[in-house]
């Protein structure tokens, strides 16, 4: 299949010859599948590295969900690619998030249940199975307000939607989930709030804020950032002010 090469912007926060990382926006698919065959990640990279279609995926290491913002690392050829999917594979590329979740979590601690995919309506769904794959998510309070928690999540390995999975199997679904929020509604106090929450984030309130790898090349550590966006800032900034 020839895929089509598309002008969509990407914001770039690293830059090399040998390694790109982007700060992915909301509402951006990664890859193109039956649902989205345009208009994603892989499209625009064809686009502005047209090298790219001669590196698997065009290069893209790891995935984001649709709605999930943040951090995501390109190899821009073959031998980047094979170093870093083999990085990714033995846990060497730390990878960290923010979220803001459900219910009040008292302390840090280790999500480590298996993960399955599961399909619903043709859609795919994940979820918590002894016959699926290991996943281990650690987590670490930043905040807490009266009925959510800021959450800053490590990584320990990269199943399919895991991050949501695992909150959501914990009884603390992130906020604006819209698939994985079997217990979100018990900790919307009053419509007003479930309202003003819905119009402040359309979305997970889930963003990829730090990388840190091995630079393929020159052997040394990579450390990037990226800033909460503007709706989960606005989210916290409500919660901060609102005795909910």
Same mark, same amino acid.
């Given at each position: ?25 909301s ?8 649902k ?22 065009? =290069? $893209? &290491?790891?995935?984001? !969900?649709k ?6 690392? *390109?190899? +821009?050829?073959?031998?980047? #690619? /094979? ?19 459900? =219910? $009040? &979590?008292?302390?840090? !601690? ?7 995919? *599961?399909y +619903?309506?043709?859609?795919? #769904? /994940? ?18 307000f ?13 199943r399919?939607?895991q ?5 959501? #199997? ?57 800033k909460?966006p ?15």
């Amino acid at each position: 299949m020839k895929w089509k090469a598309q002008n969509i912007f990407l914001n770039v926060v690293y830059d090399d010859k040998y390694v790109l990382v982007i700060n992915k926006t909301s509402n951006l698919v990664v890859h193109p599948a039956n649902k989205n065959m345009n208009n994603t990640i892989f499209n625009s990279l064809l686009y502005n590295y047209p090298y790219l279609r001669d590196v698997p995926r065009a =290069g $893209i &290491i790891h995935r984001l !969900d649709k709605n999930t913002t943040g951090l995501m690392i *390109i190899a +821009k050829n073959i031998d980047v #690619y /094979m170093f870093l999917k083999n990085e990714l594979k033995k846990h060497n590329i730390i990878r960290e998030y923010e979220a803001i979740v459900n =219910g $009040i &979590i008292k302390k840090n !601690d280790i999500i480590n249940y298996p993960i399955k995919r *599961i399909y +619903k309506k043709k859609n795919i #769904y /994940m979820d918590v199975h002894p016959l699926g794959k290991k996943a281990i998510t650690k987590y670490f309070i930043k905040n807490i307000f009266k009925n959510y928690t800021h959450l800053r999540i490590q990584l320990k390995t990269g199943r399919t939607h895991q991050i949501r999975v695992h909150l959501s #199997y914990i009884k603390h679904s992130i906020v604006g989930d819209p698939v994985y929020n079997k217990y979100q509604n018990i900790f919307l106090i009053n419509n007003f709030y479930k309202k003003s929450i819905n119009k402040i984030i359309q979305r997970q309130a889930l963003h990829a804020c730090y990388l840190k790898f091995i630079h393929p090349f020159y052997k040394i550590n990579i450390k990037l950032y990226s800033k909460l966006p503007n709706d989960i800032n606005n989210l916290i900034y409500f919660l901060k002010n609102n005795d909910i």
